[in-house]
């Protein structure tokens, strides 16, 4: 089955809105006409309303690096889904690595999130993935076939199509290593096999899982041009407009 492959820019805690709008005018003439792939960027919630206008008109999507698993309600600092949706952002990432370490969630708070995104119509990036530590003890399939099984309770075959995976190896992401496309291929069949389990192998043959750790122009051809690989999820190398063109046109 062919994938229609994703390629999305977690500009994390950086950008001011000004920022934000000579990137999307720099970026979007770098990738006019390209059909291949989906483009998508997530910006801190304060630029969204920024980025969704300057994109305007074109095929790349905005979205939200986070969302509350509550429609609405008392908990300071967050947003919610509906917040996301007035402001013109139709994706959502869902348990970064970082939220996880630094924030405290859980497969649990994930698998929540994951349901309101789904129950709303925002398509969700789920993000999973083994510490370093992790990995050498040799537990990378353990941990991705929990994180994935904890994230998809209650998820339905019949709902499950908007999801996107995104495997991201923590010890990859802002070090500067990068999985080799054997590891990150193996931890994707791994990923997919588990989606299989779960909700049918149909389901599992169209889910996107996307590959996230230190992907930059010089390594980004030979990770998304794997048949197992059905795109990126940049971080660093994508605050830069020709940067991330590049990637997006591996």
Not at 123 to 150: M, N, S
Not at 162 to 184: F, L, M, N, Q, S
Request: proline share 4%; net charge negative; hydrophobic share 45%.
């Amino acid at each position: 089955m062919s994938r229609k492959a994703l390629i999305a820019a977690n500009w994390k805690m950086f950008k001011t809105p000004a920022e934000a709008r000579a990137f999307v005018e720099a970026f979007l003439p770098l990738v006019a006409g390209h059909e291949r792939d989906e483009i998508a960027l997530f910006p801190s919630p304060v630029l969204l309303p920024t980025v969704v206008e300057a994109v305007k008109g074109s095929k790349v999507a905005a979205g939200a690096q986070n969302i509350h698993f509550a429609e609405e309600g008392a908990f300071t600092g967050e947003t919610s889904v509906g917040q996301l949706k007035a402001v013109g952002g139709t994706h959502t990432l869902i348990g970064h690595s970082e939220r996880r370490q630094y924030f405290g969630e859980t497969d649990e708070i994930v698998n929540k999130k994951l349901h309101t995104a789904l129950k709303h119509g925002v398509v969700p990036i789920v993000c999973i993935g083994e510490v370093l530590a992790e990995r050498e003890a040799g537990k990378t399939a353990e941990v991705l076939k929990t994180q994935v099984t904890g994230a998809f309770a209650g998820i339905t075959a019949e709902a499950a199509g908007p999801i996107v995976i995104a495997y991201e190896p923590v010890w990859a992401i802002g070090t500067g290593k990068t999985a080799t496309p054997e590891i990150a291929i193996d931890a994707h069949k791994i990923i997919r096999a588990e989606v299989a389990r779960l909700l049918g192998v149909e389901v599992a043959a169209a889910m996107r899982i996307l590959y996230g750790g230190s992907v930059k122009p010089d390594n980004c051809t030979s990770l998304i041009g794997q048949e197992e690989i059905d795109g990126a999820l940049v971080g660093g190398a994508s605050l830069k407009p020709d940067s991330f063109a590049a990637i997006v046109k591996y």
